[in-house]
C-alpha cells in the first residue's frame, strides 16, 4: 500500500513551505505523488527517488575518470587533506539541514579552517548591512494577519519564491486581512517589468544600480524633505516618489521584501542598509518590517546555527583555533578564490562550479576539490571526490531555518538506502581528524 | 558508582540553614548524600566557600534574539579573543563574544562562577525548535526555557471571556508543545500593540482591537498558573518599563497579585515574580530630573510576601539589550541611534535589540547603576530578592562575581562611584552614597542560589545542599573567616571556582574547565485531561492565521535535548 | 567589432530553477539558461535576429548565447542572462570587499555570432579546468 | 630613533599575518627575540624569522622604533595594527589591514597597499605612494565607530568605501575614487582630488567631504547652499557647498542644525 506523508517540508526555496503531501511506495523508496508544492519543489522529490542518484563515493583517477570507493575510504582521504591543508575552505550548505551545519561548524573548528555559506555570494550584503544597521523585520505570518503595503525591491517571487505571494504576502487572508489581494497595495521596485511587477499596483522601473539614490529620495520624503527633490531619481519621476512615499508612511502595517537586485548592484551591502533606514523611519509615521527573500529553504540556516557557535553568520576564519574571525572582502570564498588564500575547497549542498564566476572557479580548482551533495552537478563534475548524501527533507529530516528565521521541522519521506547524511559523514570526518591531531601533537 | 566526599569547607546553604559551618559534603551517583564510603574521591575545601550551583532565574543566553544579537554584532567579537589576551580555548570549543557570548561560552563562563542551572527567560513559542537547538550546544548548565504567553492571542481570547480553564489547557498545551517551564509574560499587550506601532504604558491601556488590559492579563495569567500549580509563578516584566517615572506603573503591576495565594507542591510562596526590577524603579519625569525610585519600590516589595524579584543590575559595561518589549527597544534605539533588529512573531510575541553603552560618564547610567545595588540593599527577605543582570540587558551575566563585590563592599561601591563624571548628581538622585549595608556570604548564597530555586519550584534538586539535590556545587577559593580587604579579590574568586561539581562530576579546576559532562532540558509537563473547545481552537488558528502547520508545531522529540520533566498533576 | 555596450544582470528565473533540479547536465538546464533576454530596440540596432547566437564578452571572458526579446521586459541598454553556468562565464569576480560577485550591473558587449555554436554547462565548466574530454 | 630592518628571505605559500610587525612589540626587543614573535600562515603558526632576517636594532619604546620591511610582502597582512607610536617603511606592496586600529606613528607604503587600510584608525599617520583598494578608514563590520583621528594620504587611486561611518580625521585620496565616500559618517573629512563615481555622503549625520573633480552621480540628499572659499590641503580653493544627507537625521549644535558638507571644486 502506497503511503502519504502529510505536512512535509519543501527542499526548495526560502519560503520552505511546510504543507506538502509526498505519496511513498510501499517499500518507502519511491516517490509516487508530490501535491501542494511549487514546479520545482515537484521536480526535488523527484529527483529523490530517482534510479540515477549516485549512491557511492566516487574518487578521480589520475586519467580523469571517477572510480567508486567507499565512504570509509572517502572520509579518509578528506580527513587527511584536511589535516595537511594550511588553510582549506568548507563552502555551501544552501541544502543542509542545521545539524549538518553545526557538524560542519566541529568539522572546520578541528581543521583550522575556514567556514562559508552561500549567503556570500546571496544575502551576504544582507548581513554586512544587519551589522551596521540592524534588521527590523518579523515573521511572514505577520505580513500575511497585517500588512497592507507590500514593497518587492529587486527580487521577483514570482520566479525564485513561487508560493511566496500566495501564503505570505499579496493574496492570503489573515486575521486583519480578511479581504486579502483587495485591500493591499503592491509596489514593485525593479529594473525589469518582471512578472512579480505584472501583480503590483505600483512598478517603478528603476535604472538598474541606482537604488541607494532612491533609498535616499524615499528617506528625505518621510523626513520632511520632499520639496528639497530632484525632478528625476535614478530614472523615477519626483511625482511618481512623492506618491508612492505617500503610501508607504500611510500604511498600517508595510513591509519591504527585497532580494539579489540589492545586493548584487553596485554598493551592496549599502543598499540595503538604506533599506533598514528607511525602514526606521518609517516606523516614525507608520508600521514597517523589512525581510530578506532568502534562496534556499535553509540558507538562513547557517546564519544562524554559526551565530551562536562562534558569533557570525559566514565568512568565518577559524584557523587561529581559539578564536574566529570574519570579515567579508578577506575571508568571503570568491575574494579568497580570487587572491588565492585557500589551499583546499569542499562544496557541500551547492554548486559553486555553476555558481561562482568562473574565474573564481579555476582559481579553486589549483588545490583538491571535494564535493558533498546528493547530485551531479558542476562541482562535483570538476571535483577530486564526490560524496554523495542524502537529501534534507527527502531522505532525512532535521531543522531548517525559514526566510523569517522561524524554525521548520522537516520529514524524511523515503528510506536513505545506505546514503549517508551530512551529519553522520562529518562528524566521522571530524573524529578522523581529532585523531589525527591527538597523533600529531 | 562514584562518590566524592568534599572535606572541611565553610558551607553556606540556606536551603538547609547552614550559616557558614565547617563540615563535609558526601555525593554519591550525582546527588548529594548524607555519607560515603571511604573509596570515595577526597575534595579539600579547607579554608574555601562551599555553596550549591548557582540557578540564574532570568538571563537570555538561548533563542533567536539572543542569536540575532550575536548575528549583528560581530564588532562585540572583536579582538576579543585569546589572540589579544582573552580566554584560551579550555573546553571543546572556542569561546567568542562578549555581551553575548557564543552557547559554549555561555556555558563554560557559568560553570567557571559555579553556576549550574539557568533559566532562559524569553522563548517565543513558534521558535521553540531553536531555543532547543542552543540549549542541546550549551554545555555543562541544566537550562529551561520560559515561553511568553503576555501578547499570545489565544490567551487574550480566554482570559478577556473570563475562561480560565480554557487558558489553562492553552497553556499546558504550549507548555507541552515547546518543552517549556512556565508562563513568562514580557510588557502585556504593549508588544501586541507594537504590531500596529503603538504601546500600552499603563496597566489600563487597551489593546488595540483585543478589548482587554495588561491589567487583565497579568491577573488571567496568575490565575492560569495557579489553577495548573506550575512550580514556577508568572515571571513578568510589565508596562512601561525604562522610562523615568515607570515605577508607578511597576507598584500599580505587583498590586495585581493582592489577594492571590499560591497554589502548588513545590514549596513556592510567591504568586509573582517581577523580572529585572531594576528598569522598572525609576523616578522623575524627564530624562534630566531622572532618580532612583528603589525605595517605594522595595517597600512594597518587602511588605508583600507573594511576591519575588530579581534585580537586574547595571554593570557599567558596553552591552546588548534585548527583549520581547518591541516597543522599548525602538525608543531606546530613537535615544542613541545605534543599530536596532526588531522581530514581530505571528500570534504571539515580538522582540527587539539595541546595543547600548552604561558609560559611567553618563548621570542617568550612574543612578541605574545606583538603583539596581539599592534594590537588593533595601530588601529585608533575599530569599525573595534575587541576583541578575537580565543578561546581557544591564550588563553580561558574566559580570555576576562583580555585582556580588559592590553588594559586599561599600568600598567598593565608592570606588566605582569616584569613577563617575557625574558622581555629586548621581549621588543626589539616589541613596547609593548613605547606604552601608554589605551583603554577607549567606546573603549572596540566598540571592543566587537557594532563593531564585525556590522562586522556581526547584529547591529539591537546584541551589540545595540538602540530602537528595542533585550533586552541583561551587567551591570558591575565598575563607569566610578572612574575607580579603581587597574587593577585587572577592570579585576574582567569584569569577573564577576552584571547583565547580555539576551532578557529581568535576567541570571546572582550578579555574578550568575539564570536563563537559550530559546536562538537562528542564521543563513542565502537565498531565490533564484534553480539552476539546481548546484543541479546536488551536486547529482553527493554525488553518487560518500561522504560516506553519500545527503539526509541524511542537517541538520534535528528536530535537529536544535530555528532557527533564517536572510533572503536575491537573484533574 | 559591431557589438554594443550593454548594462547586463543575472537572476533566477522560475524554469532555471525547475531545470536545475532536473540536474545541471539536462536538456532542460541547457535550454533554460543558454539564452540571453535583451530589448528589442537593441537587438534591431546590432543586427540580431531573434533566437539567434550571440557572443557576450565581459572583462572577465565571454560566452555564446542565444538572444531572445525579454518576456519580462528590459529597457534598452539593459540585458539580462538566467542565473547559472551561461551566465558565470562573464560575471566579473570583483566583490567590492563583500564577498558577493558582481552579478548585477556589469558591462558587456553583445554582438550577432549566427554561426557560433552553444556549448553546454559541462563542456564550459570541464573546459575551463581543463577536464573536458570531448571536442 | 632606532631602526630594525627586516628583510624577506623566504615567500609564504599562501599569505602571512604580520600582526607582530609593530614597533609596540619590536620595542625593547633583542633581534632574536623579534625573530620569535608570531606570524599566521593559515592554521600553521610561525616565527618571524621563518621569513625574514633582521638587522640594526630597536628602540626602548615603541616611539623610539623604526621598522623598515624590504622585499616583496604584497602577500603580507596586517603591518603595523594597534601601533601607538614609532614609524614603519614598507618598500614593496602590502597586503590589507596596513594600520588598522592605529593609534599613533607613521606608516609609509611606498608601493600599494590593499583594502581596509587605517580601519579603525584612532590617530598616527598613513601614506601611500601608491593606490589602495577598498575600505580606506573605514570602520569593523557592524561598529558604529570608524576612524577617529590620524591622517591617511593615498597617493594614487582607492576603491568603495572610503571613510565608512568615520568619526574624526582626515583621509586624502589624490587620484580617483570609486562609490560610497563618509556614508554613514559622523564627523571626519576625506578630500578626494580625482573624480569619484557617486554616493558621497548617503546616510551622513555630519562630516565634510572636498570633491576636485567630478561626481558623476550625485545624491538628491544634498542641496546646494553657496559658494565658499577654503584651505584644503595647504592651498585655497573655492568651492559649491552642499549639505546633506536630508534624509538622515540631523544633530543641533546651539539650536542651530548641523549638516554634512560636500565641497565641490569650482
Known sequence: ?441 | ?571 | ?135 | METVTMTLVQQPELYLECYSVTPDLFAGKSLAEIAELPAHEGKILWKLGDFFKFEGKSGATAAETKIVVNGNVKRMKRFGQQMTGGEIVINSDADMYVGGWMRGGKITVKGNADSFLGIAMEGGEILIEGDAQNHVGSAYRGDWRGMSGGLIRVKGKAGNDIGTAMTGGTIIIEGNAFIHVLTHAEGGTVIIKGDVEGRVGGQMVKGDAYIFGNLLYPLPGFKKIGTVEKEVDGTTYTFDQYIGDLGERKTKKKGEIIYGNIYMKI
Open chain 3, 1 to 135: 567589432m559591431t557589438g554594443k555596450k550593454l548594462n547586463m544582470i543575472t537572476q533566477r528565473a522560475v524554469e532555471e530553477g525547475i531545470a536545475m533540479e532536473i540536474g545541471k547536465t539536462s536538456r532542460e538546464y541547457f535550454d533554460a539558461c543558454n539564452i540571453i533576454e535583451m530589448n528589442e530596440l537593441d537587438m534591431k540596432e546590432l543586427g540580431i535576429m531573434k533566437n539567434t547566437n550571440v557572443r557576450v564578452t565581459s572583462e572577465s571572458g565571454q560566452v555564446i548565447v542565444k538572444a531572445v526579446v525579454a518576456r519580462q521586459t528590459v529597457y534598452p541598454g539593459l540585458c539580462h542572462i538566467r542565473q547559472g553556468v551561461w551566465a558565470n562565464q562573464v560575471v566579473p569576480p570583483r566583490t567590492q570587499s563583500t564577498g558577493a560577485p558582481q552579478y548585477s550591473g556589469f558591462p558587456v558587449t553583445v554582438e550577432p555570432a549566427p554561426n557560433e555554436k552553444l556549448k553546454t554547462a559541462l563542456q564550459l565548466v570541464q573546459g575551463a579546468v581543463g577536464l573536458w574530454k570531448g571536442e
Open chain 1, 1 to 441: 500500500m502506497p503511503k502519504v506523508i502529510e505536512n512535509v517540508g519543501c527542499p526548495y526555496c526560502g519560503c520552505s513551505c511546510d504543507d506538502v503531501r509526498v505519496t511513498v511506495s510501499d517499500d518507502g523508496k519511491k516517490v509516487l505523488e508530490v501535491e501542494n508544492v511549487c514546479a520545482i519543489g515537484t521536480e526535488i522529490f523527484k529527483h529523490g527517488s530517482s534510479d540515477h542518484r549516485i549512491r557511492s563515493p566516487r574518487l578521480r583517477q589520475p586519467d580523469g575518470s571517477m572510480k567508486d570507493i567507499t565512504y570509509d575510504e572517502a572520509i579518509e582521504w578528506v580527513a587527511q587533506h584536511l589535516y595537511k591543508a594550511k588553510k582549506p575552505l568548507m563552502y555551501g550548505f544552501g541544502s543542509t539541514n542545521c545539524e549538518g551545519q553545526a557538524a560542519a561548524a566541529r568539522v572546520m573548528e578541528t581543521a583550522g579552517g575556514m567556514l562559508d555559506n552561500c549567503a556570500t555570494i546571496c544575502h551576504g550584503p544582507s548581513f554586512l548591512a544587519i551589522f551596521d544597521n540592524g534588521y527590523p523585520t518579523c515573521t511572514l505570518g505577520e505580513v500575511k494577519n497585517r500588512a497592507d503595503v507590500i514593497v518587492y525591491w529587486g527580487s521577483n517571487p514570482a520566479h525564485a519564491h513561487p508560493r511566496h505571494m500566495s501564503r505570505y504576502s499579496i493574496f492570503p487572508r489573515g486575521f486583519f486581512t480578511g479581504k486579502g489581494q483587495k485591500k493591499r497595495t503592491i509596489i514593485v521596485i525593479d529594473p525589469r517589468y518582471t512578472d512579480t511587477a505584472n501583480v503590483a499596483d505600483y512598478h517603478l522601473q528603476i535604472k538598474q544600480g541606482h537604488d541607494y539614490e532612491l533609498f535616499d529620495a524615499f528617506r528625505m520624503v518621510v523626513i520632511g524633505h520632499g520639496k528639497d527633490l530632484p525632478d528625476e531619481v535614478a530614472g523615477i519621476k519626483k511625482e511618481k516618489i512623492l506618491e508612492v512615499a505617500e503610501i508607504m508612511a500611510n500604511a498600517r502595517f508595510g513591509t519591504t521584501f527585497f532580494g539579489m537586485g540589492l545586493t548584487h548592484s553596485d554598493g551592496r551591502n549599502h543598499n540595503i542598509d538604506i533599506a533598514i533606514s528607511l525602514t526606521r523611519d518609517l516606523n516614525k509615521v507608520a508600521k514597517w518590517t523589512i525581510m530578506a527573500m532568502r534562496g534556499h529553504y535553509n540558507i538562513a540556516g547557517p546564519g544562524v546555527v554559526w551565530s551562536w557557535t562562534f558569533g557570525f553568520p559566514y565568512c568565518l576564519d577559524l584557523t587561529k583555533k581559539d578564536h574566529a574571525h570574519m570579515n567579508p572582502g578577506e575571508t568571503s570564498s570568491v575574494d579568497m578564490a580570487m587572491r588565492d588564500e585557500v589551499d583546499m575547497f569542499i562544496n557541500i549542498g551547492t554548486d559553486a562550479g555553476a555558481h561562482f564566476p568562473i574565474p573564481a572557479v579555476k582559481q579553486l580548482k589549483k588545490h583538491p576539490w571535494v564535493t558533498i551533495d546528493p547530485s551531479i552537478n558542476m562541482a562535483s563534475e570538476i571535483s577530486d571526490l564526490h560524496i554523495p548524501v542524502c537529501i534534507c527533507g527527502v531522505d532525512v529530516g532535521g531543522i531548517v531555518y525559514r526566510m523569517d528565521n522561524v524554525p521548520i521541522q522537516f520529514r524524511k519521506v523515503i528510506d536513505n538506502q545506505g546514503l549517508l547524511d551530512d551529519e553522520t559523514l562529518l562528524n566521522r570526518i571530524a573524529d578522523r581528524l581529532d585523531e589525527l591531531n591527538a597523533q600529531g601533537a
Open chain 2, 1 to 571: 558508582m562514584s562518590e566524592i566526599i568534599i572535606k572541611n569547607g565553610y558551607i553556606f546553604d540556606p536551603i538547609s540553614g547552614i550559616k557558614g559551618d565547617k563540615a563535609d559534603i558526601s555525593i554519591k551517583d550525582g546527588k548529594i548524600t548524607d555519607k560515603v564510603s571511604s573509596k570515595a574521591e577526597v575534595i579539600d575545601a579547607s579554608g574555601r566557600t562551599v555553596m550549591a550551583g548557582g540557578v540564574d532565574i532570568h538571563t537570555h543566553i538561548v533563542g533567536p534574539k539572543v542569536n540575532l544579537g550575536r548575528e549583528m554584532r560581530p564588532e562585540d567579537k572583536l579582538f576579543r579573543g585569546s589572540f589579544r589576551g582573552g580566554i584560551l580555548k579550555q573546553g571543546k570549543h572556542m569561546e567568542m563574544g562578549f555581551s553575548i557570548p557564543s552557547t559554549w561560552k555561555t556555558g563554560y563562563s557559568y560553570a567557571r562562577m559555579g553556576y549550574t542551572y539557568a533559566n532562559e527567560a524569553a522563548m517565543p513559542p513558534l521558535m521553540a525548535p531553536h531555543v532547543h537547538e542552543e540549549i542541546r550546544d550549551t554545555p555543562i548548565i541544566d537550562i529551561s526555557a520560559m515561553p511568553v504567553f503576555g501578547n499570545n492571542w489565544f490567551c487574550f481570547e480566554y482570559i478577556k471571556n473570563k475562561e480560565i480553564e480554557n487558558n489553562a489547557a492553552y497553556v499546558a498545551w504550549l507548555l507541552n508543545a515547546t518543552k517549556g517551564f512556565g508562563i513568562k509574560i514580557v510588557n502585556p499587550g504593549g508588544t501586541e500593540a507594537w504590531a500596529w506601532g503603538d504601546n500600552c504604558v499603563t496597566i489600563n491601556d487597551p489593546v488595540p482591537f483585543f478589548d482587554i488590559t495588561p491589567a487583565e492579563i497579568v491577573k488571567g495569567l496568575i490565575e492560569t498558573n495557579e489553577y495548573l500549580g506550575l512550580p514556577h509563578s508568572i515571571h513578568l516584566h510589565g508596562n512601561n518599563l525604562g522610562n523615568p517615572g515607570c515605577y508607578e506603573t511597576t507598584l500599580d503591576t505587583l498590586k495585581l497579585a493582592e489577594g492571590y495565594k499560591p497554589k502548588n507542591k513545590f514549596g513556592r510562596e510567591q504568586v509573582l515574580h517581577n523580572t529585572h526590577i531594576q528598569f522598572h524603579s525609576y523616578k522623575g519625569d524627564s530624562w534630566g530630573t531622572f532618580e532612583s525610585g528603589a525605595r517605594e519600590v522595595m517597600d512594597y516589595v518587602n511588605s508583600n510576601k507573594n511576591i519575588t524579584v530579581d534585580i537586574g543590575a547595571v554593570t557599567l559595561d558596553e552591552t546588548t539589550t534585548m527583549t520581547a518589549d518591541g516597543p522599548f527597544e525602538y525608543h531606546l534605539n530613537q535615544l542613541n541611534h545605534i543599530k536596532w533588529a526588531n522581530v514581530d512573531v505571528e500570534l504571539e510575541t515580538g522582540s527587539g535589540i539595541v546595543p547600548y553603552i552604561y558609560d559611567k560618564n553618563i548621570k542617568v547610567c550612574g543612578i541605574q547603576w545606583a538603583i539596581g545595588l539599592e534594590i537588593a540593599l533595601f530588601a529585608k527577605d533575599l530569599m525573595r530578592v534575587f541576583l541578575t543582570t537580565d543578561h546581557p540587558n544591564a550588563g553580561p551575566f558574566t559580570r555576576y562575581p562583580r555585582v556580588i563585590k559592590w553588594l559586599m563592599s561599600q568600598k567598593a561601591r565608592e570606588a566605582t562611584l569616584d569613577t563617575m563624571k557625574y558622581k555629586d548628581k548621581v549621588i543626589a538622585a539616589s541613596h547609593i552614597a548613605s547606604m552601608d549595608k554589605e551583603l554577607g556570604l549567606y546573603e549572596i548564597a540566598m540571592m543566587t542560589r537557594a532563593g531564585p530555586a525556590k522562586a522556581l519550584g526547584l529547591s529539591s534538586m537546584y541551589g540545595s545542599l540538602a540530602k537528595g539535590a542533585d550533586a552541583n556545587i561551587a567551591i570558591y577559593d575565598l575563607d569566610p573567616t578572612n574575607i580579603p580587604s581587597d574587593p577585587e579579590l572577592i570579585e576574582a574568586a567569584f569569577q573564577n571556582t576552584a571547583y565547580t561539581l555539576k551532578e557529581g562530576v568535576v567541570v571546572v579546576k582550578d579555574k578550568q574547565i575539564v570536563a563537559e559532562p550530559h546536562k538537562y532540558t528542564i521543563w513542565t509537563k502537565v498531565n490533564m485531561p484534553e480539552n476539546a473547545q481548546v484543541m479546536h481552537d488551536v486547529k482553527e488558528k493554525f488553518t487560518k492565521n500561522y504560516t506553519v502547520n500545527l503539526e509541524n508545531y511542537a517541538v520534535f522529540d528528536e530535537h529536544v535535548h535530555n528532557p527533564r520533566a517536572i510533572e503536575v498533576e491537573v484533574a
